[in-house]
């Protein structure tokens, strides 16, 4: 008998959560330890549980999972995290997988469709839609420039503005509550998909969008 897996749901709907927790919970090797209607009470159940499988709500009153995803992947480096989502998943792989998330479903998928994506993180396996794989997924590991759009997430705004503004690293990494070492990871993520490798380049390429009032996300 395959070992039975932890499951920790984060979802601001508990309708919706409940109707997860009964589909898992038709296997014998899934058991949903703990559902979590906010950020604090997600982070504390894997903190305390270490599950083997989170399923995360990508868009939550708190904001969107990076942050949260983030703090799960530091304090549970084992749990495999799913992130559930509304949107479009293809434009979210990227920064997904770099903040060590294990894969993203659409909220509209099927009960088979989950398993699948489960049993496959057991063997060690990704699964992605074919048609992520028919429109181009392959663009999503390169830096992309597009009109100025440099796609950074919410997170990344905020830290660029703040390095702008002349505050420092550690200081940003407080108000985020992520590590010294985090804000050297984003920043990482952030030259790419500016195209520069310098702190100067960097603030000179994303102040010149601001004042242009071009978006640097979609």
Same mark, same amino acid.
């Given at each position: ?8 749901? /984060? ?30 009470e997600g982070l504390m159940l894997v903190v305390e549980q270490q599950?083997?499988?989170? *399923? ?25 995290i799913i992130i559930l989502t509304d949107t479009d998943g293809i ?21 088979? =469709? ?6 496959? *993180? ?26 100025? *759009?440099?796609? *950074?997430?919410?997170?990344? /705004? ?8 002349? /505050? ?14 985090? /804000? ?16 100067? =380049? !960097?603030?000179?390429?994303? !102040? ?10 979609s």
């Amino acid at each position: 008998m395959r070992k039975v897996w932890r499951v920790v749901i /984060i979802d601001s709907h508990p309708t919706s959560m409940l109707g997860t927790k009964l589909i898992l919970e038709e296997r014998e090797d899934l058991r949903v330890t703990g559902m979590a209607s906010n950020w604090d009470e997600g982070l504390m159940l894997v903190v305390e549980q270490q599950p083997e499988l989170v *399923l995360l709500d990508y868009q939550m009153p708190e904001g969107t999972a990076e942050t949260l995803l983030e703090k799960l992947t530091h304090s549970s480096p084992s749990s495999h995290i799913i992130i559930l989502t509304d949107t479009d998943g293809i434009k979210l792989l990227h920064s997904v997988v770099n903040l060590g998330g294990s894969g993203i479903l659409s909220k509209q998928a099927s009960a088979a =469709q989950l398993m699948l994506m489960i049993d496959a *993180l057991r063997e060690g396996l990704a699964t992605l839609p074919m048609d992520w794989l028919k429109n181009g997924i392959w663009q999503v590991q390169t830096p992309v420039v597009d009109g100025g *759009l440099y796609h *950074l997430t919410d997170t990344e /705004i905020f830290i660029m503005e703040r390095i702008v503004q002349g /505050i420092t690293y550690d200081k940003i990494a407080t108000e985020i509550a992520v590590s010294r070492r985090s /804000i050297d990871n984003y920043l990482r993520k952030i030259y790419v998909k500016l195209g520069v490798s310098t702190r100067a =380049q !960097a603030i000179e390429k994303f !102040a010149l969008t601001s004042r242009q009032k071009s978006p640097v996300f979609s």
